[in-house]
């Protein structure tokens, strides 16, 4: 009897380990090798692609750390490891390295024509913008590969596991582009409504907006088209936003109002009756270039543009003043907003074209 007790003992105890041992491997435990290999990293862990929106290379040799994540794009495209790497591994171009001992560690990369349509994709409908290292804004229809080129700068493992993050350069200037977000909700600044019939200048305060007025005329007035660079974006007041206060309307605004108003009714009187009564908004932001060069022909901006001449005539300078000029049918301008640019933080999207 004593020798069966210790033959089950015996038996139950083996039971028992190799439960035991099942159960551990069930909740992943692993050996001690595993462990070791563990803490090299792994060659099969997910590498994420990103663009660095804001057009600067952020980690540098040396100093690489996490990032907001407000300063990238989506994931553009994912790949792998090619080696086991240690989870605190990191390294970046600068100081003799190079982007392609950055991408030497990953499995593949994504194509810039993929990356370009991915940043479009992501970017276009929410009314951001394109701008090179010198302020101008670039059409979304000209971000291709025979313009720009993606310069993959740092690979890292961050929270949310390996980045390959990128920038987009420009192939003339060898100089990074940036995409611009407009906010989702645009700050307030202080701004005057001239109402030019009744002469009365009111205060308050109006928000901006992203804006793409253009439209082409084809030299028929019965075919206006709405088309031209519908694909470019820029800020303006946004009229529908203002609300009247009881402020004392600032002189220098009241002379920029009185100013713009003729200014932009010389400007309304010199188109077509029927652009006058479908297009009657000038704005400080409005594309410089009336005319363009589009399949063959010579076509019009309907939203008009300020000269030099002529905003030194008025004495209405950009740089000081963002605003717009609401007209008639009959190319008089009934009314006009202007904002003081400096308090309202906005920068001028068309400066030097």
Same mark, same amino acid.
């Given at each position: 009897?004593?020798? %069966?007790?210790? $033959? ?61 994540? #407000?300063?990238?794009?989506?994931? $553009? ?36 024509? #993929?990356?370009?349509?991915?940043? +479009? ?17 670039? &059409? ?15 690979? #890292? ?17 060898? !100089? ?5 977000? &407009?906010?989702? #909700?645009?700050?307030?600044? +202080? ?12 205060? @308050? ?7 793409? &007025? ?8 019965? !075919?206006?088209?709405?088309? @031209? ?20 309307? &600032?002189? !220098? ?34 594309? !410089? ?13 309907? +939203? ?22 609401? @007209? ?21 999207? %068309?400066? @030097?074209?």
């Amino acid at each position: 009897m004593r020798k %069966f007790i210790r $033959i089950l003992c015996t038996v139950l105890t083996v039971v028992i380990a190799f439960s035991s041992v099942s159960a551990l491997a069930a909740h992943g435990y692993v050996g001690e090798d595993d462990v070791k290999g563990n803490s090299k990293g792994n060659n099969s862990a997910t590498v994420s692609f990103y663009i660095q929106i804001n057009g600067e290379q952020l980690d540098t040799n040396g100093n690489i750390s996490g990032r907001d994540s #407000k300063f990238y794009t989506g994931v $553009i495209d994912k790949s792998g490891l090619k080696n086991s790497l240690s989870a605190n591994y990191s390294i970046a171009i600068g100081n003799g390295i190079t982007e392609a001992d950055v991408l030497s560690n990953v499995s593949s990369v994504p194509k810039d024509k #993929k990356v370009f349509d991915k940043v +479009t994709k992501q970017y276009k409908e929410k009314d951001a913008y394109l701008k090179s290292s010198n302020g101008k804004v670039i &059409p979304w229809s000209r971000l291709t590969d025979v313009y720009y080129k993606v310069q993959w700068y740092v690979l #890292k493992n961050e929270a949310d596991g390996w980045h390959v993050d990128g920038v987009i350069i420009e192939r003339e200037t060898d !100089k990074e582009i940036s995409v611009v977000v &407009p906010e989702d #909700k645009a700050e307030r600044a +202080t701004c005057v409504e001239y109402d030019v019939k009744k002469g009365l200048f009111t205060p @308050g305060t109006m928000g901006v907006k992203a804006n793409r &007025p253009h439209s082409v005329w084809e030299g028929d007035n019965d !075919k206006l088209v709405m088309d @031209g660079f519908h694909d470019v974006w820029y800020t303006v007041l946004d009229e529908s936003t203002f609300k009247e206060n009881n402020y004392v309307v &600032p002189q !220098k605004l009241m002379d920029a109002a009185t100013a713009v108003a003729k200014l932009a009714g010389a400007r309304l009187s010199e188109l077509d009756t029927q652009l006058q009564k479908q297009f009657g908004r000038i704005d400080s932001q409005a594309y !410089k270039q009336e005319y363009i060069s589009r399949n063959g022909k010579k076509t019009l901006y309907v +939203t008009p543009y300020i000269t030099e001449r002529l905003a030194s005539k008025y004495d209405v300078s950009n740089d000081d003043y963002i605003w717009l000029a609401e @007209g008639d049918s009959q190319g008089n301008v009934v009314k006009v907003y202007v904002m003081d640019r400096n308090s309202a933080n906005i920068d001028n999207m %068309f400066d @030097g074209e």
